[in-house]
């Protein structure tokens, strides 16, 4: 068996006296999918800011990769191979898809990031791009400004631009929120072939796509892990049914 991409032991985050991270332990396989669920406040996005690096954890270690990275900041943890999508779109509207991932590109080479270097003068950086465009498929818009496309098409292009730091684990926070079915059948699909090239962490309220997707599931409840398994248990769980209270349907 293969060690584990991340290794997560103990970890705490507290707020005055509310534990929102209550000494969770759980370790990512590589090249899977594992969803992290659970009713609202169950401390999801808390788990998920510390894996990232926005929010130090109080005790406990993160390993990734064999290394200890709990105390490290966001940039080097990017540098590692740590890369984030946030539940609201982060992209630059007025430039086009391309220029956005261009950019991305050209940060995490470091090359001819210059004040005045432009990055439509590297040939291999704008390849690179534009492979990563096809990749979420958007081959098509390239050339059209970001904020003419769809809310859909901006979360891809967001998902890009986690994929041009070449991140080895991908944390996605929401990926389906405030999508139609169109759009959102078309991330899940996007989601699935990822996972052939990355390790991905996935926080996602649409318990349909969580357990279509999904490898491994860790059911968060007032900031502890109650149950991690295949997705099958984690369904026929009581445990996990009684904890979601009114939602178990759902489940």
């Known amino acids: 068996m293969s060690a584990p991409v991340l290794r997560i032991n103990k970890l705490v985050k507290r707020f005055g006296g ?7 332990s759980l370790d990512i396989a590589p090249h899977t999918i594992h969803a ?13 800011h510390q894996l990232a690096g926005t929010l130090m954890a109080d005790e406990g270690s993160i390993e990734f990769l064999g290394n200890n990275i709990a105390r490290l900041p966001i940039h080097k943890r990017v540098a590692r191979g740590i890369a984030r999508s946030y539940q609201l779109t982060n992209i630059f509207a007025s430039y086009t898809v ?3 991932v261009l950019l991305a590109v050209q940060a995490r080479s470091g090359s001819s990031f210059r004040f005045y270097g432009s990055p439509f003068n590297e040939r291999e950086l704008i390849t690179e791009a534009m492979d990563i465009i096809a990749m979420v498929g958007l081959q098509g818009s390239a050339q059209q400004l970001t904020k003419s496309l769809s809310y859909g098409e901006q979360r891809r292009i967001e998902i890009a631009l986690a994929l041009a730091t070449r991140p080895k684990l991908l944390l996605l926070d929401e990926p389906l929120a405030g999508m139609g079915t169109s759009d959102a059948e078309q991330i899940v699909h996007l989601i699935e072939r990822l996972k052939a090239q990355t390790t991905i962490v996935l926080i996602e309220h649409d318990m349909h796509a969580v357990f279509r997707l999904a490898d491994q599931i860790s059911v968060l409840v007032y900031g502890k892990v109650i149950a991690t398994d295949a997705p099958d248990a984690i369904r026929a769980s009581p445990a996990v049914r009684k904890a979601y209270l009114g939602d178990e349907e759902t489940l």
């Open 36 to 48: 992290l669920i659970g009713p609202n406040g169950a401390g999801k996005t808390t788990l998920v």
């Open 98 to 100: 391309l220029h956005n």
């Open 18 to 24: 509310i534990l929102a991270t209550d000494h969770v």
